[in-house]
């Protein structure tokens, strides 16, 4: 097995898909005939589709039979995909591409752990595929975070012991899947919402050459 594997999440660590994915949810609450809001919406975070549907019906009250709660998931994507559709690699957040460069660089194995289920053509539009050796997203997993699922399977597809692993997150269930793992939880974002994260920035201009290296060379580096 190799000694240390990187994975990321997608949408806010990656690129900010977050703003896309409101609006789609916007969308479709008006069309039910009600107003979902941006402070609403993180309540979405780091959630799998399923379960963001399941938040917005209770927000407006609404009931549903499983062929119309289908018909809603579908709706609701398909709008999101028309907004992602005109990504390109400007999307890309400060200096990501700057790190997945120097892992790539050292031939340090790289998985993505996302639930987007639209993570591999995301990562095509903004062109930066092929520095990822694997693509574990919602079309792989089950379970959802905080259920460490996702980044154990990145783990072994990456062959590196899951404490030995890295994990890139905006979500406090992303942090919290991250430490169920028993692997390394970089917080990208607010330190004070992610507090149970092992280390914090607020993004990746933050993150130098030394403390990567230190996360390279180091079995473990816990607090």
């Not at 039910?32 to 309540?43: P, R």
């Not at 053509?121 to 975070?145: M, Q, R, S, W």
Request: negative net charge.
């Amino acid at each position: 097995m190799s000694k240390n594997g990187f994975i990321f999440d997608l949408d806010g660590v990656i690129v900010d898909t977050a703003k896309y994915h409101y609006l789609a949810w916007k969308n479709l609450a008006n069309e039910l005939g009600f107003e979902f809001t941006e402070q609403q919406n993180e309540l979405f975070k780091g959630v799998s589709r399923k379960r963001c549907l399941e938040i917005l019906l209770d927000i407006g009250e609404i009931e549903a039979s499983q062929e119309q709660f289908d018909a809603w998931m579908i709706e609701k994507n398909e709008d999101y995909l028309k907004y992602i559709e005109k990504m390109d690699a400007s999307e890309i957040l400060p200096d990501v591409s700057r790190v997945l460069e120097f892992l790539k660089k050292r031939q340090i194995p790289i998985s993505l752990g996302s639930a987007s289920k639209n993570a591999r053509p995301i990562l095509e539009k903004v062109e930066l595929l092929h520095y990822f050796d694997f693509i574990v997203d919602g079309n792989n997993v089950t379970k959802a975070k905080p259920d460490p699922e996702v980044f154990l399977i990145a783990a072994e597809k990456l062959g590196v012991h899951s404490k030995n692993c890295v994990v890139f997150e905006d979500a406090v269930a992303g942090i919290q899947a991250a430490n169920a793992a028993k692997m390394i939880s970089i917080g990208i974002g607010d330190s004070a919402i992610l507090s149970e994260a092992d280390y914090n920035f607020n993004d990746f201009t933050e993150i130098d050459v030394d403390f990567l290296e230190g996360l390279i060379n180091s079995n473990k580096m816990k607090r």
